[in-house]
Every structure is written in structure tokens, then in C-alpha cells.
Nanobody, 125 residues
Framework: QLRLVESGGGLVQRGESLRLSCEAS????????IGWFRQAPGKEREGVLC??????YTREPVRGRFTISRDNVRNTFYLQMNRLQPDDTAVYYC????????????????????WGQGTQVTVSS
């Protein structure tokens, strides 16, 4: 059973950066598809960035600003968020699953098995 724990959320100002971490236990992340998701107040949860079988899907509003990376030694993956905007304010979740061939479908359908508890990111203007 894979367990995921996020950290790194907080309050930042417009234009600043933040890095979220997702530490895994119970299995090696190297074998999994991984992703970051967010849910803003009053909105549906949406996929932000996902990686599966070496393929990356990035949601359009964050392209060029957010990147995902994985540290297999620490069994942790990250979401680097640059040039943050107030519209990025949300609870951010990390998730993982067995790999899918279509990373975009995986991400947009939120069809991942294991989820973290979420961490709040607030961007002030």
C-alpha cells in the first residue's frame, strides 16, 4: 500500500515561487505514474501535471511556470511552481498509480489510485 504525504504549501505573493514535496512510503515511486492536482474553492479538482512512462502532461495555465520532478533515492516527487498567480490558489494534492499509456487521459480523469491529504497554497495579490 503506497502512502503519500505532501508538504511545502503556504502563503506567497504574486510572482513568487514555491516547491511542494510528496514523500512516498510503502512502495518505490520509480514504478508508478505520478501527478499533482489542485482544487480551488468552489471548483472541481483538476490535474496540473502528470508523468507516466516518461510522458508528461501539463495543464495549459501552468505551462512554462510549473515543473514536476522525482527523486528516486528519497522516494519523493516535487512540484516546482514559479511566477505564482492568485488563480493558482488551491489545495494541492499529489497522487500516484500504476502507469498508464495515455498520461493526458490519466491526469484529466483523475484516475490515480493513491492520494495525499492535500496542502494549501495561497497566492496573494
Amino acid at each position: 500500500q503506497l502512502r503519500l504525504v505532501e508538504s511545502g504549501g503556504g502563503l506567497v505573493q504574486r510572482g513568487e515561487s514555491l516547491r511542494l514535496s510528496c514523500e512516498a512510503s510503502g512502495a518505490f515511486l520509480e514504478d508508478f505514474a505520478i501527478g499533482w492536482f489542485r482544487q480551488a474553492p468552489g471548483k472541481e479538482r483538476e490535474g496540473v501535471l502528470c508523468v507516466s512512462k516518461g510522458n508528461v502532461y501539463t495543464r495549459e495555465p501552468v505551462r512554462g511556470r510549473f515543473t514536476i520532478s522525482r527523486d528516486n533515492v528519497r522516494n519523493t516527487f516535487y512540484l516546482q511552481m514559479n511566477r505564482l498567480q492568485p488563480d493558482d490558489t488551491a489545495v494541492y494534492y499529489c497522487a500516484a498509480s500504476r502507469p498508464w499509456n495515455n498520461v493526458q487521459v490519466l491526469c484529466e480523469s483523475l484516475s490515480l489510485t493513491y492520494w495525499g491529504q492535500g496542502t494549501q497554497v495561497t497566492v496573494s495579490s
